[in-house]
């Protein structure tokens, strides 16, 4: 079978088709900007696990009532994560209303300025400050830790510089503090 399968299952999800589809990303998730009616949405489809994405989901829930997040759109099944099984692969959809602003040009390198950083870091500090509060919901698997995907130390075996400085800089991350105010749970890969 072939992505066009999943991506037509999921469009059935949520009443998608004849829908105006524009592919936005093809990363760690394919992402489509859906043009439906009046509202614009966004469709995501992952290959990564159930949990990790469900973790996901919890967290902007937690979120939503103290950060300006996407809300989700729920499936024609009442879902707000529905899933589609193929040759032994697992996808994981979601959609999410489109924020109200401006569709980010991220090519575009007049727009990139110091208020548009001051404001994206803003917008981080706050979800971390809210995220100080934050409990996984019950069923809810915690994300791994930062330790947990620190840099492999094996391809660097034969190369002693880089080995010595890769675990100095992993030593010195371990003894950083642990406490609420100084770790937890961050969003690591915003990026444009």
């Known amino acids: 079978m072939s992505f066009d399968t999943v991506l037509g299952y999921a469009l059935d999800c949520y009443n998608f088709q004849n829908c105006n589809i524009e592919s936005i990303n093809s990363g760690s ?3 489509y900007r859906i043009h439906k009616d009046e509202l614009k949405f966004y469709l995501r489809i992952s290959t990564r696990e159930y949990s990790y994405i469900s973790a996901e989901i919890d967290w902007m829930m937690f979120l939503k009532d103290s950060v300006n997040i ?3 759109f729920k499936s024609k099944n009442n879902k707000l994560i529905e899933t589609f099984h193929d040759n ?3 996808y994981v959809i979601c959609a999410f209303y489109e924020l109200l602003g401006v569709f980010w040009d991220k090519n575009n390198p007049s727009l990139w300025n110091e208020t548009v950083f ?3 870091g803003n917008i981080m ?5 809210v995220t100080k509060n934050y409990q996984p919901s019950d069923g ?3 994300r791994p830790s930062f330790e947990d995907n620190l840099v492999p130390l094996e391809p660097y075996i034969n190369i002693p510089s880089v080995y010595e400085k890769i675990v100095s800089i992993q030593k010195e991350i371990s003894r950083l503090p642990h406490d609420v105010d100084s770790y937890g749970l961050i969003h690591s890969d915003m990026h444009q």
């Open 29 to 31: 998730n394919k992402v």
């Open 70 to 72: 996407p809300k989700l």
């Open 88 to 90: 032994g692969k697992n």
């Open 118 to 120: 001051f404001n994206w």
């Open 125 to 129: 500090g706050k979800m971390h400050r």
């Open 140 to 142: 809810i698997i915690k």
